[in-house]
C-alpha cells in the first residue's frame, strides 16, 4: 500500500502518480494517525516522495502534518515498529 | 514621478502643501480585518479528574468567548494513550477547540494561559486554510466515519 509506486520488477514499471491529485484531496488532516501511517516507516520516518509518488506540494503538506502529530504525540518522533 | 519640489522651481509656482511622507493606503486603517479560523490542541494532565479537566477546557472555552472569538466547535476525546511520554505520563486527556477570530493577539493571551496552567502538558494552535475549514466541517457532520473514510481511498489507491 506505502510502497506502490515502488517498481517491484523493472520489467513493468508504472508510471508514478500522486493519489491527492487523482482523488482530489486537499487537506491532510493531522489528526487521523491512520492515514498518515501510510506515509512513514516503521522507523517513523516521513517516506521519499521517490517511494510515494506524491507531487512536491502534497509531499510538503504531509510532512507538515506527520510533524503536526508528532508535536501532539499522536505519532511518535521514534519508534521501532509502529506497523 | 518628478518630486514637488523640483515642479514648483520649473513651473515658478506654489503647490499645496504635500505630506513629506505620505502613507500608501490610508483606508487600510479603516478596513476590518478579515476573521481566521484556528484550531487548538491540548493535552491536560491525566492525573486530574474528569470534573476538572472539563473545567479547564471550560476556562479556556470562556477566555476565548470573552475576547469576541466566536467558538465553532469543542471536542473532548477523553483519555487517550500518546504515542511517546510527556512528563513521565502515557496517556493525557485530549482537547481540541475551534474558533474563529479577526484579533490575532488572542492567539498570543491563549498561549501564554496555557504555560501557566500546570495541568497543560502540551498545545499547539494552527490556523486553518479554506480546505481545511471545509474540511472540518465535513469532520463534524461525521462523514469521515473509520469505515466510511478508508473504503474509497483504499480502493482508489489501488486502481
Not at chain 1, 13 to 37: A, H
Not at chain 2, 51 to 78: H, M, R, S, Y
Not at chain 2, 137 to 148: A, D, I, L, M, Q
Request: net charge positive; proline share 5%; glycine share 2%.
Amino acid at each position: 500500500m506505502t510502497l506502490m509506486n515502488e517498481p517491484v520488477k523493472r520489467a513493468e514499471v508504472k508510471p508514478k502518480y500522486c493519489r491527492f491529485k487523482k482523488n482530489g484531496i486537499k487537506y491532510i488532516d493531522y489528526k487521523d494517525p491512520d492515514f498518515l501511517l501510510k506515509f512513514i516507516n516503521e522507523q517513523g520516518k516521513i517516506l521519499p516522495r521517490r517511494l510515494t509518488g506524491n507531487s512536491w506540494k502534497y509531499q510538503n503538506k504531509i510532512a507538515q502534518a506527520v510533524k503536526r502529530a508528532r508535536h501532539v504525540a499522536i505519532l511518535p518522533y521514534l519508534a521501532d515498529q509502529m506497523k | 514621478m518628478i518630486l514637488p519640489v523640483f515642479t514648483e522651481l520649473i513651473l515658478g509656482i506654489r503647490l499645496p502643501d504635500y505630506e513629506p511622507f505620505p502613507t500608501f493606503a490610508p483606508h487600510f486603517k479603516t478596513i476590518v480585518k478579515p476573521m481566521k479560523n484556528y484550531e487548538t490542541v491540548f493535552i491536560l494532565n491525566p492525573v486530574l479528574s474528569e470534573d476538572q479537566a472539563k473545567d479547564t477546557v471550560e476556562k479556556f472555552v470562556k477566555l476565548l468567548t470573552k475576547a469576541k472569538a466566536n467558538v465553532i466547535n469543542v471536542e473532548k476525546w477523553g483519555l487517550k494513550k500518546m504515542a511517546y511520554a510527556i512528563q513521565n505520563k502515557s496517556t493525557g486527556f485530549y482537547n481540541l477547540i475551534e474558533f474563529a477570530t479577526a484579533d490575532s493577539t488572542l492567539i498570543n493571551t491563549l498561549e501564554t494561559e496555557y504555560r501557566r496552567d500546570e495541568s497543560v502538558m502540551r498545545f499547539m494552535t494552527i490556523v486553518l486554510d479554506k480546505h481545511s475549514i471545509l474540511y472540518n466541517e465535513r469532520r463534524r457532520k461525521g462523514e469521515f466515519n473509520r469505515t466510511k473514510k478508508q473504503a474509497p481511498r483504499k480502493e482508489a489507491a489501488e486502481v
